[in-house]
């Protein structure tokens, strides 16, 4: 025997040897043999492997990797195992998309044996797993190191997967038999952090068929043999466009897969192994080289040979564990679903595929086990792993069973059935903030965003029912009882009722305030201390009718109170949920109803501190209040004891997209400490708030950005209370909407009317207003008082339920015995003899809220225990003994008793006792039978019990007075008295008594039935009261005095008194009195009739007060300075004293006293008769004030200096002092000094005489400044880092300064200094010519600096360039590498990835995009204030979107119109050629699903379907026209449309109850022409010239193409012969034939209409949808490009293709003109 031994010397030379060493091998010299089944990989469930399901096309469930691999250049972490050989690293399409084709497929690839193979019957096993078994990751390494001897891998997992004696397909019609060839053969994956490798192993006898027969091949014997090798799938580059990947092939024809287990690369025949991917740097696949015959595919194209790299554009981010490819799906079913909450999508792919794993068969292979320890010696050293990982051995048998996500249902949505579960990896996302090592959260956690260019549903024809959609009748319950239901094609919604708001689920009474409770919980450390709060209490009370929102949250340890204090986010959830509304504007309670989750993350500048706040609306409660609890987690900064907080008035844009509303700000603060005194500090806030919506009704969206208006913001911690308080007034508006201008002053929209708080404002002309009484109140609007709708008889509550008053409403109770039945409303019978409440001697009898236990014949007792002898003593404890037993047994095992237990007590019967009394309290009661209290028999301690045995009196229900009462709070939620709460005196009947008065103020007044006070009765604490039994005189209405003084707030909404609030005085007629006091300020002055003060009247405390009663003078008008005093807001709206406010100084003729000085600050200085500052005359506390009487100048008119000096006063509008403003320095003529320097920062600089700074002059603090009078030499351009610098916005648009922007630092020629650092954060960085940061260079505050001057070393493991940043290079390089300020260069993040918020250089024209650098529509903002992007990736696409309105292409005669998921688009032809230049979006439909398209050419229209809506829809081709419905009823699956233009008609097919109608083009005259003998139908066309319709069913069983007259007459089949799926028809009107584009056969055909003079126009087109003919050309929609393909009639061949920038499926197409076309159809 003769023996091969070459020793290869070149790549020439090791051709040479493998030609003879397979000539060795023919001539059966070669002495290794092929490799035994026994030496495989272990395999079978004894080695714990999962079992793919029987069938002919099966995929596996996600195999979800511990860590993920490198296939070429790009990261996965899960993989699929399918049927037909392969595995893949994304779900896999149907097998008809990629088994009969060849290399590259679209998607990631590893085929060891890629045919088309059906384990059907039984015919064989598909094994599967992935392991770290020593023995299996050992073995890997021994493989590898014998291929590649120099490779350094130790593998840390292995995926295995083993095919066993499985088959080929075979039509079930062939007359033969099955054959009995099968194949076993096997892929491993060895990976660890670097590399991974690939073996494929063919036993001896293993490959018995080498290829399988097409299963569309008519007949015809053809065999393709099966592919072997990788291919890398489609990739991504520049954004929007996709390329072919890489792909490797180890065959090309029959012989050489015959040879796969013949021959092999590693030695030994039957064993091949590749190096698969690396982390770093990856042309293409490598394989072993030790032996063997290998395959290299042809040059050209994608197609690369062994040598070829990879392209240009390898490293990519399409492929992430959480991506699909809009491509890969099932071909027959085509339409995504839309329209369900995207908060509660169907479960992701990798969840529950119908079937099942299959049991391990007693029969299941055997196989080494893998701790045997098993290794192949193959006449070389083993190679053992240097070093053993620590891994446990995998248990025999084990299976993995991933578990299946519950599917989740929207609302009213309709259920979906096995067959159209849409197997689709959903995208979660982090909406805010984001948790990317958690779970996913469910509802509420997180946002779910579908991108409709990403997603396609398996939904060929979409199947909705009447068993499967959520009806009313169904599902009613889920509605508020405030609101109504509504039925809609695809689900129900619900709706709140005329008197009420919400959003259907939860509805509130309008106009009614509105109270919250809820806990606190979570841990905030302070500076370095953490203190837990342990579900602390938090109130809020909101006047809707103002927009007031009060949040108190007791028991704040005092470390957390103080620092808590800047959080008024806490409190501004209740102030956004109810807002005053200005018009065009909502609230957020009628968006998100009452179930919520809100999530908040705030940080805090400087100190870069995070919190994180996270509110969870939990529904309403019994009393119709909302519930939302609140967790805080994070870090604040340490605020001194004792310190305050003022925060400026601000307005903030929320955003608002399908089930998510997000907003982000930066927010200002002044905390006045004794320590610190007045600081500044900042945070930023950024938060989303999800909920559920019903998109069913297809009402209009809310508007997709709101503003809330936030005019007053107090916050204050209580330390001896231990609260914390904020109150904030709160108005919602359209974004720009400016609250304060004229068409806003009516009282309603300003909050400054006097309508009851429970009563709403209605606007009317000008300033008038009406005040009417919320729903469930009564009054004149501005008195209004609860209607007890149980008293008066008012209740919705039905049979057997009891009604419970509530303020503004009630509510319904099951009485005792009954419980809520399925709609929840109707009290049904409770069967309580279902939880076998009698012995089990006895029978237990149900009736109608009650059941009776009866001992069976022969037993004795009262059928709770029975006996069988009479007058046994024993029975078992009642359940009065066992309430009583187990209270007390409580109290034994404490070892000490309860203090305020109460205890039960039971008869000697072990019946309770009628009267139960409260061994603490006093409290006695009566109750019934099961212990439950009686109604009205409750007595207070020292009052004599109620005789329980009296029969009852009919309870009468609590009186008007007894509810006020009852609800007026008389201490605190922590038990605290509060002084001052007036309480309502009632008598024995519930009545008001007639005299009221006041307990702690000792007024005394009369009041009418309502409680109403009677005018003109009130009298002073120690006079007599008013004898209000004596007969009234017709009582008067109240006088403009008693209303005012009436509706002044001396005590606060939650019952605490307010201090300082002035309350006018009236006589006993109700006029104000002449004079009137302040009670706490002892000011006095005199009025008018009005109430207006008397100019010149007013006295200070302690001063003789005027005579009013004097004879005045003619009173002259206030004056300028008397109406600026006035108008001073020196209390807030609250009446709290605001610190700081300036009041200017009047004289007593009401001019301005020449000399003004600030009470607070100090600061005194002269002021001209208008009050204007006079320049050069402020002077600072503790200085000499200036002679402002002695004359001036002759003044000059204020400078520009001056002028800008005074703007920049360091006070707001409202009289704060801001901190940390520059003030220009102006010389004493008024003129800018020359050098100006910034008092907070410390920069000094040189300005022009404009006060424009002198470029390169800039000093930072603690420099010398520069010689300002030293000539400039020639200024020069700024430099991109100058106009940087200039750039940055240290100050808000309000003068605010913005703490922590960073201020790039420039040298003196204007460059990048080369190191930079940040002066908030302290961190520091290099950067290069262009201020990019250099990687690798940044370094911490405290830490040593690098040093920029010294290359820095790129560090082995740099990542390649990402998209981003190719694409950011690219444009760089493009603008000179010097970008314009103005011009884009796109933002990366650190990992490469774009950054959510993109911006137009330096300005504020930002937008979000999408995770592939994608514009979000509807975001764009030119706001000082970026958009709210949201982190990680962009909010959803979907919306919003622009308003549907059509913009046609401009100067074209003939243009292809075609359907694109959403959108309709434009594409001209330029004669037969596709015009991409001139392509536009004709008109956008959100949410829509456009299928079929037509159009006519005599009104220039366009019709079309929409799967989505359901609907029939057209619109006129002229610019801003709106589409119309035409139909939206009894429409399932609307797909084909065609347009009669001669008879004005049109057609169209419905997919799902199977059938083709007809109507009017106006929608009239509707009727059906077929609905029998169709499957699947989908193209239809009309031939006007001869009034004929044809159409294509593709009915796999027996496909088809039909005619009919356009009246449904001569129905008959054209052809069905030799045609698998006829998506396309069209109609050639110059030879007369009709032809049609088959997505299965893949060819595109012709015909004649009565069947003669069929033939081939082409052969193999990809996937056809829709087709059009013009002018001896086709073009058709084709879903494996995504694009319109032109097709030459003439020499058949593709001549042209159009691929839109966004990637997704194309449908219908049709052919629009400017005249109507000779033959048109």
């Known amino acids: 025997m003769q023996s091969c031994s070459l020793t290869p010397s070149s790549t020439m030379e090791r051709g040479v040897m493998l030609a003879v060493c397979l000539l060795c091998w023919s001539c059966s010299v070669c002495v290794v043999t092929a490799i035994k089944r026994t030496d495989m990989f272990s395999y079978g469930t004894l080695s714990g492997d999962l079992i793919l399901a029987e069938g002919d096309d099966e995929t596996s469930r996600v195999l979800s990797l511990p860590k993920p691999l490198f296939f070429y250049g790009s990261l996965f972490s899960q993989l699929y195992v399918a049927t037909n050989g392969i595995i893949s690293a994304q779900d896999l399409p149907m097998e008809k998309q990629y088994v009969d084709d060849g290399f590259p497929t679209d998607f990631p690839v590893v085929a060891p044996f890629l045919a088309d193979i059906d384990t059907s019957g039984g015919r064989g096993q598909i094994y599967y797993r992935v392991t770290e078994t020593p023995s299996v990751l050992n073995r890997v390494a021994q493989e590898v190191h014998r291929g590649f001897p120099d490779a350094k891998f130790t593998p840390t997992h292995v995926v295995v997967a083993t095919w066993e004696n499985v088959a080929a397909y075979e039509e079930q019609t062939r007359t033969t038999g099955p054959s009995d060839k099968v194949n076993t053969f096997q892929a491993v994956i060895g990976y660890d952090e670097t590399d991974s490798y690939v073996l494929f192993l063919y036993p001896e006898d293993g490959l018995n068929y080498f290829g399988t027969r097409p299963k569309e091949s008519y007949n015809v014997e053809i065999e393709l043999p099966a592919r072997v090798g990788f291919s890398r799938g489609e990739v991504t580059y520049l954004i929007f466009s996709r390329t072919e990947g890489p792909h490797y092939s180890v065959t090309s024809d029959e012989q050489s897969v015959k040879n796969l287990y013949q021959v092999g690369n590693t030695g030994i025949p039957g064993v091949w192994l590749f190096h698969t991917g690396n982390r770093y740097s990856f042309d293409n696949i490598v394989p072993a080289s030790i032996g063997g015959l290998l395959d290299t595919p042809p040059t050209g194209g994608h197609s690369l040979s062994l040598d070829s790299t990879t392209p240009e554009y390898g490293e990519f981010e399409e492929y992430p564990d959480n991506t699909f490819d809009s491509e890969n799906q099932e071909e027959e079913e085509d339409y995504p679903h839309t329209g369900g909450d995207p908060e509660f999508q169907p479960a992701p792919a990798g969840g529950d595929h119908s079937e099942s794993l299959q049991p391990a068969s007693p029969d299941a292979p055997s196989s080494p086990s893998e701790d045997s320890g098993h290794q192949l010696s193959y006449g070389s050293e083993d190679v053992p792993l240097t070093s053993e990982p620590r891994y446990s051995s995998e248990p025999a048998g084990r299976q993995y069973a991933p578990p299946n996500p519950p599917e989740r249902v929207p609302e009213g949505d309709a259920q979906r059935t096995p067959k159209q579960q849409p197997q689709v990896p959903l995208e979660v996302v982090d909406v805010y903030p984001s948790h990317r090592n958690e779970p996913p959260l469910s509802p509420g956690g997180h946002v779910v965003s579908v991108d409709e260019d990403d997603v396609d549903f398996d939904t060929g024809v979409i199947q909705y029912t009447t068993e499967n959609k959520e009806t009313c009748a169904r599902f009613q319950q889920q509605c508020s009882q405030n609101a109504f239901c509504s039925d809609y094609a695809t689900g129900f919604c619900c709706h709140c009722r005329p008197g009420f708001y919400g959003n259907g689920r939860h509805c509130l009474p309008e106009g009614a305030p509105q109270r919250v409770s809820g806990k606190v919980s979570g841990t905030v450390t302070v500076g370095s201390t953490p203190v837990e709060l342990n579900n602390i209490d938090l109130h809020a009370y909101i006047v809707v009718g103002d927009g007031r929102a009060y949040t108190a949250i007791s028991q704040v340890p005092e470390p957390v109170g103080w620092a808590l204090m800047p959080l008024a986010p806490i409190g501004e959830l209740f102030g956004w949920l109810f807002a005053l509304e200005l018009p065009n504007s909502q609230a957020g309670f009628k968006i998100t109803g009452a179930e919520f989750t809100r999530r908040a993350e705030v940080i805090f500048y400087p100190g870069n501190q995070r919190l994180s706040i996270i509110q969870t609306g939990r529904g309403l409660d019994d009393h119709n209040h909302l519930t939302v609890d609140t967790v805080v987690s994070g870090n604040v900064p340490f605020l001194p004891p004792g310190a305050e907080i003022t925060m400026e008035p601000f307005k903030e844009t929320y955003q608002y997209y399908p089930s998510v509303a997000t907003s982000s700000s930066v927010r200002e603060f002044s905390v006045v400490s004794a320590e610190q005194g007045s600081e500044s500090f900042s945070f930023q806030l950024k938060q989303n708030i999800t909920y559920r919506d019903c998109r069913h009704d297809n009402r209009a969206a809310v508007l997709e950005t709101l503003q809330i208006i936030m005019e007053r913001v107090f916050v204050m911690y209580v330390k001896e209370e231990r609260i914390l308080r904020y109150a904030i007034t709160n108005k919602i508006s359209p974004v720009g909407v400016d609250p304060t201008g004229p068409e806003l002053v009516n009282p309603c929209y300003a909050g400054n009317h006097d309508c009851d708080t429970t009563a709403q404002c209605i606007p009317l002309e000008g300033q008038a207003f009406q005040c009417q009484c919320a729903t469930g109140y009564r009054g004149d609007g501005r008195n209004c008082y609860d209607i007890d709708e149980c008293a008066e008889g008012l209740s919705s509550c039905r049979a057997h339920s009891q009604c419970v008053n509530l303020p503004g409403g009630h509510r319904c109770q099951c009485q005792s015995g009954y419980e809520f039945g399925f709609d929840g409303r109707t009290c049904v019978d409770i069967d309580e003899c279902s939880s076998s409440p009698c012995h089990v001697s006895a029978r237990c009898i149900n009736g109608l809220g009650s059941f009776l236990c009866q001992c069976q014949p022969g037993f004795y007792g009262d059928g709770f225990y029975c006996s069988q002898t009479e007058g046994q003593t024993v029975r078992p404890r009642s359940q009065c003994e066992q309430h009583r037993d187990s209270l007390q047994s409580g109290m034994e095992q404490s070892g000490r008793p309860s203090p305020g237990a109460f205890i039960p007590q039971c008869d000697s019967d072990g019946r309770y006792q009628p009267l139960q009394c409260h061994g603490s309290t006093g409290h006695c009661w009566c109750v019934d039978s099961r212990g439950q209290e009686r109604a009205g028999t409750r007595t207070p301690p020292g009052t004599a019990p109620k005789d329980c045995d009296r029969p009852d009196e009919p309870v009468r229900p609590k ?215 006079r320049a050069e005359t402020r002077t600072p506390p503790g200085t000499q004030p200036r002679d402002c009487d002695r004359p001036d100048e002759p003044e000059r008119p204020k400078t520009h200096c001056e002028h800008h000096r005074h703007r920049a006063q360091a006070t707001s509008q409202e009289g704060y002092p801001i901190v940390g403003v520059y003030v220009p320095q102006c010389d004493a003529d008024g003129q800018y000094l020359q050098l100006q320097c910034h008092s907070s920062t410390g920069h000094c600089w040189c300005v022009d005489r404009r006060g424009q700074e002198r470029t390169g002059t800039r000093t930072p603090p603690g420099t010398q400044p520069k010689d300002c009078n030293r000539p400039d030499e020639p200024e020069r351009p700024k430099t991109h880092c100058e106009h940087h610098r200039d750039r940055v916005q240290t100050t808000s648009p309000e003068g605010y300064p913005i703490v922590g922007a960073h201020l790039p630092q420039c040298d003196a020629e204007g460059q990048y200094l080369p190191r930079q650092c940040h002066g908030s954060t302290g961190d520091c960085w290099c950067v290069d010519g262009r201020g990019q940061e250099r990687a690798g260079t940044r370094t911490p505050p405290g830490t040593p600096s690098v040093d920029c001057d010294r290359p820095v070393p790129v560090a082995p493991t740099q990542r390649p360039e990402s998209v981003c940043e190719r694409w950011r290079t690219s444009l760089i390089e493009h603008y000179g590498g010097k970008p314009d300020a103005q011009q884009y260069v796109p933002q990366c993040e650190q990992d490469g990835q774009f950054s959510p918020v993109q911006c137009y250089g330096e300005t504020t024209y930002c937008w979000c995009v999408d995770q592939d650098g994608r514009e979000v529509p509807g975001t764009r903002s030119h706001d000082v204030v970026k958009p709210a992007c949201l982190p990680s990736v962009a909010p959803p696409t979907v919306r919003p979107l622009p308003r549907p309105d059509v913009t046609p292409p401009t100067n074209t005669d003939i243009t292809l119109l075609y359907a694109q998921g959403q959108k309709i688009g434009a594409l001209p032809l330029n004669g037969t050629r596709l015009d991409a230049t001139r392509s536009k979006t004709l008109l956008t439909l959100h949410g829509s699903i456009v299928v079929g398209i037509a159009y006519d050419c005599k009104e220039n229209q366009v019709y079309w379907t929409d799967l989505s809506a359901r609907t029939i829809n057209r619109a006129s081709m002229a610019t801003g026209a709106e589409p119309e419905i035409l139909i939206n009823t009894n429409l399932v699956s609307p797909e084909g449309l065609a347009v009669d233009v001669k008879r004005r008609l049109m057609f169209w097919v419905d997919s799902n109850p199977d059938m083709i109608e007809s109507a009017n083009l106006d929608g009239s005259g509707r009727r059906t022409l077929f609905d029998t003998d169709l499957v699947n139908p989908r193209a239809i066309i009309v031939v006007s010239s001869t009034g004929t319709l044809y159409w294509t069913d593709w009915n796999r069983e027996a496909p088809k193409i039909e005619s009919s007259s356009v009246d449904g007459q001569n129905r008959r089949v054209v052809v069905s012969e030799g045609i698998g799926l006829p998506n396309a028809l069209t109609y050639d009107s110059s030879s007369r034939q009709v032809c049609w584009a088959d997505a299965g056969t893949k060819r595109l055909e012709c015909v004649s209409p009565d069947g003669s003079g069929r033939r081939v126009v082409h052969p193999s087109l990809n996937y056809p949808f829709s087709m059009v003919y013009y002018r001896n050309h086709f073009y058709y929609t084709d879903w494996r490009r995504d694009g319109v393909i032109a097709v030459s009639k003439d020499s058949s061949q593709i001549t042209d293709e159009y691929l839109p920038d966004q990637r997704s499926h194309l449908y219908g197409i049709a052919i629009a003109t400017t005249h109507c076309l000779s033959g048109s159809h």
Do not use: F, M
């Not at 007036?982 to 039935?1009: E, F, K, M, R």
């Open 959 to 1173: 009186t008007h007075c007894e509810h006020h009462r009852d609800s007026v709070q008389t201490t605190s939620p922590e038990g605290y008295p509060i002084v001052g709460a007036y309480v309502p005196q009632c008598d024995a009947n519930g009545q008001y008594t007639l005299l009221q008065c006041h307990g702690s103020s000792g007024h005394c007044w009369c009041v009418d039935g309502n409680g109403q006070e009677r005018a003109g009765t009130r009298t002073p604490p120690g006079t007599t009261p008013t004898d209000c039994s004596k007969p009234v005189e017709p009582e008067r209405p109240k006088t403009y005095c008693e209303h005012h003084r009436d509706r002044v707030q001396t005590t606060s909404p939650d019952g605490y008194p307010v201090i300082g609030a002035y309350v006018p005085q009236c006589d006993a007629n109700g006029q104000y009195r002449s004079l009137q006091c302040h009670g706490s300020t002892g000011q006095c002055w005199c009025v008018d009739e009005r109430g207006q003060e008397r100019v010149g009247t007013r006295t200070p405390p302690g001063t003789p007060s005027v005579d009013c009663d004097r004879p005045g003078e003619p009173e002259r008008p206030k004056t300028h300075c008397e109406h600026h005093r006035d108008g001073v807001q020196t209390t807030s709206p609250e009446g709290y004293p605001l610190v700081g406010a300036y009041v200017p100084q009047c004289d007593a003729d009401g001019q301005y006293t020449p000399l003004q000085c600030h009470g607070s600050t100090g600061h005194c200085w002269c002021v001209d008769s208008r009050g204007q500052e």
